[in-house]
């Protein structure tokens, strides 16, 4: 049995736009978790999206499959887009996360 697990996955570029203040605080959480603001981003969206359960409920309807895409995704050169990405595993703040809010 492997000692590591790599999982492969297709990443893609997009553009989004945030709040100045929103951008500060992702490069910020990016330096205290050590971590690019990409990860940052990728992984406090996946935290939300598997802790909303009206959301994973939605996931399951029809609708959900007719979503139109408002992302605004940038072409991938054809040989990034063959290449599989390892994806990084979840810091463990993320993968688990303690019961006690911090600041509140």
Same mark, same amino acid.
């Given at each position: 049995?492997?000692?590591? !697990?790599? $999982? #492969?996955?297709?990443?893609?570029?997009?553009?989004?736009? +945030?709040?100045?203040?929103?951008? @500060?605080? $992702?490069?910020?959480?990016?330096? =205290?978790?050590?971590?690019?603001?990409?990860?940052? $981003? &990728?992984?406090?969206?996946?935290?939300?999206?598997?802790?909303?359960?009206? =959301?994973?409920? =939605? +996931?399951? @309807?029809? !609708?959900?499959?007719?979503?139109?895409?408002? +992302?605004?995704?940038?072409? $991938?050169?054809?040989? !990034?887009?063959? &290449?599989?990405?390892?994806?990084?595993?979840?810091?463990?703040?993320?993968?688990?996360?303690?019961? #006690?809010?911090?600041?509140?």
């Amino acid at each position: 049995m492997p000692l590591l !697990e790599v $999982v #492969q996955t297709r990443q893609i570029s997009a553009s989004i736009r +945030l709040t100045d203040t929103t951008a @500060t605080q $992702v490069d910020q959480y990016a330096a =205290f978790i050590r971590a690019c603001a990409d990860d940052v $981003v &990728e992984q406090a969206l996946a935290y939300v999206f598997s802790k909303d359960r009206d =959301f994973q409920d =939605f +996931l399951k @309807t029809p !609708e959900a499959r007719k979503v139109v895409s408002t +992302l605004r995704i940038r072409k $991938v050169p054809a040989a !990034e887009a063959s &290449e599989p990405v390892a994806q990084k595993p979840l810091p463990a703040s993320v993968a688990a996360p303690s019961s #006690q809010a911090k600041g509140a």
